[in-house]
């Protein structure tokens, strides 16, 4: 019974997009995945629109690898490919962040979050579906991470608990600051104010981290479609913006951030590897290529011969 609603529910959206399509004439459908983007694909497949997809994850996703053989271009990670895409078709680049996501001053963003100036920062991210486990380390380790005198700002996903700041004490009686907010649109101070991340492992997250240079301890959620973050992390990992801890392996982390946050020679190291990581716009990239796939083809007729 769900196959079948299903496919009355994609027959329907096919219908919308084919008139969508006649309606608007693009110039070109950019689909970023999932079975969203299915019908307009085809859509424009039918219609004789060019079409492109891009997929940000490094194990890519159904939709991506069923319509990527109709497509005149497929945007994939670096070192990705996928069966039945040609060469010719295939671009690599990266998930494109927002322009006002960026690095700013690290004492300006902290004092525009309310944090301390001189005192460590580890920001806790865990997404939407996997912020559960991460949110429990977050509220166990409060009193320890405080005692170190490490502040803590955790952004619980909607839902996940109310908004409000603690007080605690260092070891030698200072105070420190616990903070825990349910959403943040400000992602570009929040990375810039932290000294250490942990967090999941979502492609978006980790082009955040790459472009704010934020180094980050990995927890990749074990419930992702095809695994796709335990890729990521592994990817970034390896690149050199982090490491990798297991959900199953959440016990050690205490020691693992303790380990990083007071150790600054590996934590400009890693900033140095994501500034490396970062040195392809992704956006100009994609837009440049959307232009040459959209220009039409000059007229051999109006090109000018070279002169000697």
């Known amino acids: 019974m769900a196959f079948v609603r299903c496919l009355v529910s994609q027959t329907q959206a096919l219908l919308f997009c084919l008139r969508l399509v006649r309606s608007w004439k693009p110039d070109v459908i ?37 319509l990527g053989r109709f497509a005149q271009r497929v945007y994939l990670p670096p070192g990705i490919r996928i069966g039945g895409v040609g060469a010719a078709a295939t671009r690599h680049v990266g998930l494109p962040v927002r322009r006002e996501i960026a690095r ?48 803590l700002y955790c952004v619980t996903g909607l839902g996940k608990g109310h908004d409000g700041a603690v007080e605690l004490k260092t070891k030698t009686g200072a105070t420190v600051r616990a903070h825990f907010i349910a959403f943040s ?16 492992a979502g492609a978006g997250t980790l082009a955040e981290l790459i472009r704010c240079e934020t180094p980050a301890i990995l927890v990749p959620y074990p419930q992702a479609a095809d695994d796709h973050q335990r890729a990521n992390a592994a990817f970034f990992e390896r690149q050199g913006g982090g490491i990798v801890v ?35 716009n992704s956006l100009d990239l994609l837009l440049r290529d959307l232009e040459g796939m959209t220009s039409p083809p000059a007229d051999p007729a109006h090109v000018q011969p070279a002169t000697a």
């Open 30 to 66: 950019v689909g970023f995945g999932g079975f969203t983007s299915a019908p307009v694909v085809a859509a424009g497949r039918v219609l004789g629109v060019p079409v492109a997809l891009h997929e940000s994850n490094r194990v890519p996703g159904l939709a991506i690898r069923a």
């Open 104 to 151: 700013t001053p690290q004492t300006a963003a902290r004092a525009a979050l309310g944090l301390e100036p001189n005192q460590k920062v580890l920001v806790v991210l865990g997404g939407s579906q996997g912020s559960g486990a991460l949110n429990d380390w977050a509220r166990a380790q409060l009193v320890a991470l405080a005692s170190e005198g490490v502040q």
């Open 185 to 200: 649109d400000r992602i570009g101070e929040l990375l810039s104010a932290a000294d250490l991340v942990v967090s999941r």
């Open 246 to 280: 297991e959900q199953t392996q959440l016990g050690r982390m205490h020691d693992e951030v303790l380990d990083l946050i007071f150790n600054d020679w590996l934590l400009r190291k890693f900033r140095a590897n994501l500034q490396r990581m970062d040195r392809a």
